[in-house]
């Protein structure tokens, strides 16, 4: 399951964000640094108007769509990677995410204390990544520490220290490990340290619902930055977010609109993490269920399939597989087929986005 932690100083609007992605109260959105004492995670489904089609198409009794756990961790202030505030023991919790969705606050409001005093993204936005920077060079410089009596006679070791050695110059000229090129083996070296900068970032610019649609002076200095760090950017307003789970399914789409938006928060920011990580969607559907599997870009048919059990990646056979759009136009699968459309594909076979599939395999 896909893991995205949302980070910020406090007062950005994490909680807030994160109670209205997962619809519930866990968090405490208060307006006080260090309301969040745990890291609340929450899992949410992924929001796809493809899957009640295709169900409608098979007559599914069921719809299970892909999942996306969000985790909320505490407001970090400058300091952290020694301790201040909170500290380390929310950086570790960061470790284990697939993604950052970095929250900087890009509304005015005097209501809503700010932790330094007045907004400023671009100054908070580098507060949090050099708190994350200074907390990857501590990691990695008692890691090299630990590999110095093994880099005599072992080339591994060797390896790791090296690539260490080359992401240790990035960081001290305040820099991020995901910039530093490693090959195949460093890479596999490395990934049990979890390097916090080494993660994909997306900056969620929180703003006003007035700015949602156009955004403001704010968001364009985030939006620059995230081009200068090859990073990812979308708009989001938690308040806005706080009150759609307060609305009918039916109203909601009216009240964006009003907005001047098409689609809300959750689909924005997990349709960045889907493009930010190189993510695919692929069905299956029958009676019983339509299924979305999420899977990376490049997969071949056999991966595709080991994600649903690895004994369909060992004993794949080939896939019967159409595309979703083209199935919806036959109406069925049985039409699809009489028509010629359903493809045999075989293990070289690459998925592409919205592929609808069976698996054939040995047991």
């Given amino acids: 399951m896909l893991k995205a932690g949302i980070v910020g100083l406090p007062n950005v609007g994490k909680s807030t964000l994160f109670n209205a992605l997962v619809a519930n109260a866990q968090a405490t959105a208060a307006n006080f640094p260090f309301c969040t004492i745990e890291p609340n995670a929450g899992i949410v489904a992924v929001p796809d108007d493809r899957l009640q089609q295709l169900a409608s198409v098979s007559g599914s009794r069921e719809i299970i769509p892909t999942r996306v756990e969000f985790v909320d961790i505490a407001g970090l202030v400058k300091g952290a990677s020694q301790g201040e505030g909170l500290g380390n023991k929310f950086l570790a919790n960061i470790r284990e995410v697939d993604a950052i969705v970095h929250v900087v606050r890009c509304f005015e409001d005097d209501d809503v204390i700010h932790v330094s005093g007045s907004v400023d993204p671009r100054r908070d936005a580098e507060i949090i990544n050099l708190e994350l920077g200074l907390a990857d060079l501590s990691q990695l410089q008692k890691r090299r520490e630990r590999l110095k ?119 924005s920011l997990i349709r960045a993490t889907y493009d930010l990580l190189g993510l695919r ?83």
């Fill in 281 to 363: 969607t692929y069905f299956t559907t029958g009676e019983k269920e339509t299924r979305a599997w999420t899977i990376r870009a490049g997969m071949s048919a056999p991966q595709a399939a080991g994600v649903i059990h690895s004994d369909f990646e060992r004993g794949f056979i080939r896939a019967q597989t159409i595309g979703w759009q083209q199935l919806l136009a036959a109406g069925s699968l049985a039409e699809a087929r009489n028509r010629g459309w359903l493809r045999s594909e075989g293990k070289d076979y690459e998925v592409a986005e919205g592929d609808v599939m069976e698996f054939l395999f040995n047991v």
């Fill in 149 to 267: 009596k093994q880099l005599r006679t072992s080339k591994e070791a060797q390896l790791e220290d090296g690539a260490l050695e080359r992401i240790e110059a990035v960081l001290e000229q305040g820099g991020a490990a995901r910039s530093v090129p490693l090959g195949e083996e460093e890479a596999v070296l490395l990934k049990p340290l979890g390097l916090l900068t080494a993660k994909p970032v997306i900056y969620a610019t929180n703003v006003s619902e007035d700015d949602l649609a156009g955004g403001n002076s704010h968001t364009a200095v985030i939006e620059a930055l995230a081009a200068e760090e090859g990073a990812a950017t979308v708009r989001i307003s938690a308040q806005v977010e706080a009150e759609l789970i307060e609305l009918p399914e039916e109203e909601r789409a009216e009240f964006l609109a009003g907005l001047g938006v098409s689609e809300g928060g959750l689909r």
